[in-house]
Nanobody
Framework: QVQFVESGGGSVQPGGSLTLSCEVS????????IGWDRRVDGHKLVLVAE???????KYADSVQGRFTITRDSTKNLAYLQMNNLQLEDTDTYYC???????????WGKGTPVTVSA
């Protein structure tokens, strides 16, 4: 069973920084990508950032240039450095892992991030 260890959320003022971490374990198949999603309109999960085994990364337009994702592929461990946080970044961030071999998506329970003046 795939398990997640998520940490790093919290509360900051606008312009502040936080680092999220996510370690994925228990998958019988290769984890191709690890990243974070957030909910839109209360239910739909959308991409924030993700990192691929080939070293590639992808970011939502709203966080490009402010957030940086890194990954230790030997441990299925990823970090999201969040800089210059804004009020609109307030949300719960869900770690998302995808196995290209199993064609399966997995999500953690989420880490809350609050940006307030």
């Amino acid at each position: 069973q795939v398990q997640f260890v998520e940490s790093g959320g919290g509360s900051v003022q606008p312009g502040g920084s936080l680092t999220l971490s996510c370690e994925v374990s228990g998958s019988a198949f290769r984890i191709y990508s690890i990243g974070w999603d957030r909910r839109v309109d209360g239910h739909k999960l959308v991409l924030v950032a993700e990192s691929y085994l080939n070293g590639g990364t992808k970011y939502a337009d709203s966080v490009q240039g402010r957030f940086t994702i890194t990954r230790d592929s030997t441990k299925n461990l990823a970090y999201l450095q969040m800089n210059n946080l804004q009020l609109e970044d307030t949300d719960t961030y869900y770690c998302h892992a995808y196995s290209d071999v199993a064609h399966m998506d997995y999500w953690g329970k989420g880490t809350p991030v609050t940006v307030s003046a």
